[in-house]
C-alpha cells in the first residue's frame, strides 16, 4: 500500500523544546517537501529536498531544519528558534522525473506548543 | 512573488445543483493544481494542468486552465455530500525535479441536503 505516512498525527511540546515531526514515503519518490498551514491561510513552503543528502530553503525556514540522509526518510526537526511554531505541518513528495509531476501529501501532524 | 486568489472563500450549495471554484494567478503560471482538504487531514490530489486550454476531468469534477495561463477553474456536476471540503489550488514556481508550490488560501464548501 504505498503513500506518504506522518507521524505522530498529535504532537505536544513545551516552549523552548525541540520537537522532530516525522515523514516517510514507499512511492519511491526523488522529492520531498514540508509545508506549514495556519488557518485562513494557504499551505506555505519551509524546506524542500530533490535528492537524498541535498535539500533547499522554502519561504519560511527560519527555526526549522531538515536532513535527507534516505531516499524515503525527510523528518522535519523545529526548534525552539522558530517563534510561532503551533501549526498544521504537511509533508509531500513528487517523482521528480524532470518534467511537472504530481504532488502528493501525508495525513498531516498537528503540533501545539504551549 | 507569486499569488494566487480564490473564489469564492466559502459556498453552500444544495445536493444535486452544479458549482464553479476559481483560482486568478498574478502571474503567467507553470503549472496548476487541484486539491481536496477535509478538515484536519492531509490534501487529496485531484488534477494537474499545464497546458493553456488544457481541461481535465474525474468523475465529476472538471478543472480548466485558461489560454493565457493566469486562470483556473474547478467545475463540479450534480454535487454530493461527498464532495464537501476545502478546494486549494496550486500553482507551481519552478521547475526541474522538484516543483515548488504557492497555494490559494482555500474555498470552503458544504453540500446541504
Known amino acids: 500500500d504505498g503513500g506518504i505516512t506522518q507521524s505522530p498525527k498529535y504532537l505536544f511540546r513545551k516552549e523552548g523544546q525541540n520537537v522532530t515531526l516525522s515523514c516517510e514515503q514507499n512511492?519511491?519518490?526523488?522529492?520531498m517537501y514540508w509545508y506549514r498551514q495556519d488557518p485562513g491561510q494557504g499551505l506555505r513552503l519551509i524546506y524542500y529536498?530533490?535528492?537524498?543528502?541535498?535539500?533547499q530553503k522554502g519561504d519560511i525556514a527560519e527555526g526549522y531544519s531538515v536532513s535527507r540522509e534516505k531516499k524515503e526518510s525527510f523528518p522535519l526537526t523545529v526548534t525552539s528558534a522558530q517563534k510561532n511554531p503551533t501549526a498544521f505541518y504537511l509533508c509531500?513528495?513528487?517523482?521528480?522525473?524532470?518534467?511537472?509531476?504530481?504532488?502528493?501529501f501525508g495525513p498531516g501532524t498537528r503540533l501545539t506548543v504551549t | 512573488s507569486q499569488e494566487l486568489e480564490q473564489s469564492p472563500q466559502s459556498l453552500i450549495v444544495q445536493e444535486g445543483k452544479n458549482l464553479t471554484i476559481n483560482c486568478t494567478s498574478s502571474?503567467?503560471?507553470?503549472?496548476l493544481y487541484w486539491y481536496k482538504q477535509k478538515y484536519g487531514e492531509g490534501l487529496i490530489f485531484l488534477m494537474m494542468?499545464?497546458?493553456?486550454?488544457e481541461e481535465k476531468s474525474h468523475e465529476k469534477i472538471t478543472a480548466k486552465l485558461d489560454e493565457k495561463k493566469q486562470q483556473s477553474s474547478l467545475h463540479i456536476t450534480a454535487s454530493q455530500p461527498s464532495h464537501a471540503g476545502i478546494y486549494l489550488c496550486?500553482?507551481?514556481?519552478?521547475?526541474?525535479?522538484?516543483?515548488?508550490?504557492?497555494f490559494g488560501t482555500g474555498t470552503r464548501l458544504q453540500v446541504t441536503l
Open positions: 509531500a513528495s513528487s517523482s521528480g522525473t524532470g518534467t511537472l509531476s504530481e504532488q502528493y
Open positions: 512511492l519511491n519518490h526523488d522529492a
Open positions: 529536498s530533490q535528492i537524498v543528502n541535498d535539500f
Open positions: 502571474k503567467t503560471l507553470y503549472g
Open positions: 494542468l499545464q497546458k493553456g486550454g
Open positions: 496550486g500553482a507551481a514556481t519552478w521547475g526541474g525535479t522538484a516543483s515548488k508550490l504557492t
